[in-house]
């Protein structure tokens, strides 16, 4: 799957963000600015770690020889983190090729000016040009809440303290301000650091800032307390005010409105946990972006609007660890049900592409492979059939497009050729 989509990638969008499968063109969208490439940067460490390397070579060479980081477009400062930063950091730790590194910190740095705010909370729309604005507006929770294992590993690689230093800083203040019944609201304002409105979600706009307090701590080799606290109070205010049993005994996380529930569950939430959605009875065996729990419904997309899968990874995602942690069979046997189903509904002639509706078997498609499929998807749908060893829980951590950074033991990185020694082995 890995090497149909890459190669179809490589014919009709090379250099472009992402492949458009139906119309055998590249897609460039305004997500990463001027940037280019998405999808060979988002790739390179899973064609690394599928063998795949005449494929994983000619990114690489891309990299060396195309990837301008030069660009005065307006970009996510999130997409670009997780994505760009992301998949250089990671391709680095697992080939000690410096390429790598040196364009993962000189991406870092065209960052910095998104934290020039009253509040150091950064925007989150950047001009990567050399005068490196950002736009105003709020800052959203998932957003500036996913930029520490990249930063934190981006000093680690400059010796420049700068980018842990922006990152605890926005903990600080969160630490600091008042939290409704505990829960973080979806929104702040970075100039005067207070909660916009009031409206909590574990799905989309808060998803990855939860899973990043976690990951803090696992990837600090547990010594960032700090991080383990944070994670912890906010699960409990999350079961205390979130956690619902439908009247078929499905848990689920529903959506926070300043006090009302609205019994609903996003795709992006079910990182969450590897159970939710297994007994929704859809025709594609593929979740669609959100479940709802209201008015007699039973986990079931009930609005045209909720009804999409775009190649997400997040359900795979939970089978991965769970399979990992618990060893229970039934994860592979889901996990080998989706690749059914991603090959029956999502694979066309070029590549594969999202559908429209996941209630219809006349797939109506999307056009369009999303970069996190190749990063994403089909890495962890790999690593569930994979032995625990490759990229062991125990060694590394996973950022939220599934890019693996080491684990910094006594405040030094294992050595490189012991990293490329255990993922090679």
């Known amino acids: 799957m890995m090497k149909f989509a890459w190669d179809n990638y490589k014919r009709y969008a090379w250099g472009k963000n992402e492949l458009r499968p139906l119309t055998r063109n590249g897609h460039i969208g305004n997500m990463f600015g001027g940037l280019r490439g998405a999808s060979i940067v988002d790739s390179l460490d899973t064609l690394y770690i599928m063998g795949l390397m005449d494929e994983y070579n000619d990114a ?202 609205d019994h609903k569950m996003g795709h992006l939430a079910c990182f969450s946990g590897g159970m939710i959605g297994i007994g929704a009875d859809d025709a594609t065996k593929l979740g669609p972006e959100a479940f709802r729990f209201d008015s007699g419904a039973e986990a079931t ?23 990992r942690l618990t060893h229970d069979p039934k994860y592979r046997e889901w996990g080998w049900e989706a690749v059914e189903a991603l090959e029956q509904h999502c694979r066309v002639e070029s590549g594969f592409s999202g559908i429209r509706d996941v209630y219809t078997t006349s797939v109506s498609h999307d056009n369009m492979q999303q970069s996190f499929f190749l990063s994403e998807t089909l890495k962890y749908l790999y690593l569930l059939f994979s032995d625990d060893d490759l990229l062991s829980l125990e060694d590394w951590v996973f950022n939220t497009e599934a890019h693996p950074l080491p684990i910094i033991r006594n405040s030094c990185l294992q050595d490189d050729a012991t990293q490329e020694k255990t993922v090679s082995e």
Do not use: C
């Open 301 to 323: 997309a009930t609005r045209l609007s909720d009804r999409y899968y775009i190649l997400r990874p997040e359900v795979i995602e939970s089978y991965m660890y769970m399979w």
């Open 60 to 261: 690489k060479e891309w990299v060396k020889t195309s990837l301008d980081l030069n660009s005065n477009g307006e970009a996510s400062l999130f997409e670009v983190n997780i994505r760009y930063v992301g998949g250089l950091l990671s391709a680095y730790y697992l080939t000690g090729e410096e390429l790598f590194k040196n364009k993962a910190v000189e991406l870092g740095e065209k960052l910095l000016p998104a934290f020039n705010t009253p509040t150091g909370i950064p925007r989150g729309v950047i001009n990567l040009g050399s005068w490196g604005w950002a736009s105003a507006g709020s800052s959203i929770l998932a957003e500036f809440g996913t930029l520490h294992l990249e930063f934190v590993h981006l000093t680690e690689l400059s010796s420049n303290p700068v980018y842990t230093e922006k990152v605890m800083n926005i903990r600080k203040l969160l630490n600091k301000i008042e939290k409704p019944h505990g829960l973080y609201p979806n929104f702040l304002s970075p100039v005067s650091g207070n909660w916009v409105q009031h409206h909590v979600s574990i799905g989309g706009l808060g998803d990855s800032f939860y899973e990043y307090l976690i990951k803090s701590y696992l990837m600090s080799d547990k010594t960032d307390d700090d991080a383990k606290k944070m994670y912890y109070t906010a699960l409990e205010a999350i079961e205390a005010n979130l956690v619902q049993k439908s009247p078929g005994g499905l848990t689920y996380m529903a959506e926070w409105r300043g006090g009302i529930l």
